[in-house]
């Protein structure tokens, strides 16, 4: 058995634990696929899976192996497709990582039209705001809301987004609206606080050239921004969030802003990020030309700037 082959199979077997798993995934015995293991084992001099009678788990040595042998078939497998894809068709399964939130309301809509484009192209979608890096988790292209921390990527600047306050109509007309922030600790506020470590986000505000960071005495408090959205389109209170989050509940009249006189300039970038290769595959290409034109539609609606 040739050793591309035997790398195959020691990749397989490691992502899905299994070796029964891996052989009716690829149509083999079972024990073709250990002893192919095995013999790859054997030739390296390291044992690279740990057997039990449940599962299999990669060793230290067998961790390092698999990124390597992974990125090794990534980059045969975009060389293939290369050849075999026309750059006006590509083909082949196209694997994104979405910002959360911005990709549930604004990316994920559009997923239909961009895979009717390029029929030949399938789709494996994750929504997360994890750091991800797409070499060892196989992943072609992550759009990120925020600064990304990785500069061994190739990061295509889309737009930008502000922070605004709003608050339901239902809200303000029982409670009022206020015209400074100073008036907030009379209101009943929900905040989002950081999920590894609980702590609340405070609020900026900027007039007049001056900026302000005020903390809040939220009564709720959620690691969850949609949550947040949800919470305040009931009329739980007010919140400061990104505006394209609260986009679509101002456009339906659920949500309003407030304090637009106090409205930080400070701007997270959306990012498009994907590895360094020599060679753009078309399929990551076309999504970043169809990136671009939904940034584009979106600008157009002020849900981005």
């Known amino acids: 058995m040739d050793k591309l082959k035997s790398l195959m199979i020691f990749i397989q077997s490691a992502q899905s634990g299994s070796f029964s798993k891996t052989a009716r995934h690829l149509g083999m015995a079972p024990s073709a696929v250990s002893r192919a293991v095995l013999r790859l084992e054997d030739e390296l001099g390291v044992r ?38 026309s750059q006006s068709r590509p083909t082949g399964t196209l694997r994104l990582d979405l910002s959360f939130t911005f990709g549930k309301l604004h990316i994920a809509p559009a997923l239909m039209q961009f895979a009717a484009r390029y029929p030949e192209l399938s789709l494996n979608v994750s929504f997360n705001d994890r750091f991800v890096n797409p070499i060892e988790e196989n ?73 302000m960071e005020l903390p809040v005495d939220a009564y709720l408090r959620f690691d969850n921004s949609e949550v947040v959205l949800d919470m305040v389109i009931q009329g739980a209170g007010v919140a400061q969030m990104p505006k394209f989050m609260a986009a679509i509940a101002v456009a339906r009249g659920e949500l309003q802003p407030i304090l637009q006189d106090y409205i930080p ?27 671009k034109e939904l940034i584009t539609a979106l600008k157009q609606s002020d849900i981005v700037g």
């Not at 905040?191 to 900026?211: A, H, L």
């Not at 701007?267 to 994907?274: A, F, K, N, Q, V």
């Not at 290769?277 to 030309?289: D, G, I, N, P, W």
């Open 48 to 85: 690279l899976l740990q057997r039990t009678t449940r599962s299999l788990t990669l060793t230290e040595d067998g961790e390092q192996f698999y990124k390597r042998a992974r990125h090794i078939l990534n980059d045969l497998e975009e060389a293939e497709l290369e050849i075999k894809q």
């Open 265 to 291: 300039q400070t701007e997270l970038p959306i990012s498009i990020l994907y590895p360094q290769k020599q060679y753009l595959s078309a399929k990551v290409r076309v999504f970043v030309e169809f990136m």
């Open 139 to 211: 992943i072609d292209a992550v759009v990120r809301v925020g600064v990304p921390s990785d500069s061994s990527l190739i990061m295509q600047h889309l737009a930008n987004t502000q922070y605004t306050t709003y608050a339901s109509p239902q809200y303000l007309a029982q409670y009022g609206i206020p015209t400074t922030p100073a008036e907030l600790s009379q209101h009943r506020c929900v905040n989002f606080i950081f999920p590894q470590t609980r702590r609340d986000v405070n609020w900026k505000f900027e007039r007049d050239g001056k900026s």
